[in-house]
């Protein structure tokens, strides 16, 4: 299984940017997929999810501002991201999740793109 980010990288606040996850070795359609931040000192922060029905949900701080999006034809994840803030700056990860009917739980990781706002 694996996970590949892209896209991540320096922008001034206020412009925008488009995050990718790219995966191999999982059936992409059935997971929920999510990304999830870490700023230096704090802890790992769901952003996004998007179940593999197309249900999304958006943490408050990102509300209205940032969008995920999935192509299972592609196998890829997007976060769309506008009216960039420099609170927004981190490690953007992107996560597949899925739990079986036996309530087996399998979750992998992407290595993670960095994303730094200026002000």
């Known amino acids: 299984v694996r996970l590949v980010e892209s896209g991540g990288g320096l922008v001034q606040a206020g412009r925008s940017l488009t995050l990718s996850c790219t995966a191999s070795?999982?059936?992409?359609?059935?997971?929920?997929m999510a990304w999830y931040r870490q700023s230096p000192g704090k802890q790992r922060e769901l952003v996004a999810t998007?179940?593999?029905?197309?249900?999304?949900k958006y943490a408050a701080s990102v509300e209205g501002r940032f969008a995920i999006l999935r192509d299972n034809t592609k196998k890829e994840l997007y976060l769309q991201m506008n009216s960039l803030q420099p609170e927004d700056t981190a490690v953007y990860y992107c996560n597949a999740l899925i739990v079986t009917v036996s309530q087996i739980q399998y979750s992998y990781w992407g290595q993670g793109t960095q994303v730094t706002v200026s002000s």
């Open positions: 998007i179940t593999s029905g197309g249900n999304s």
């Open positions: 070795g999982i059936a992409f359609s059935i997971y929920d």
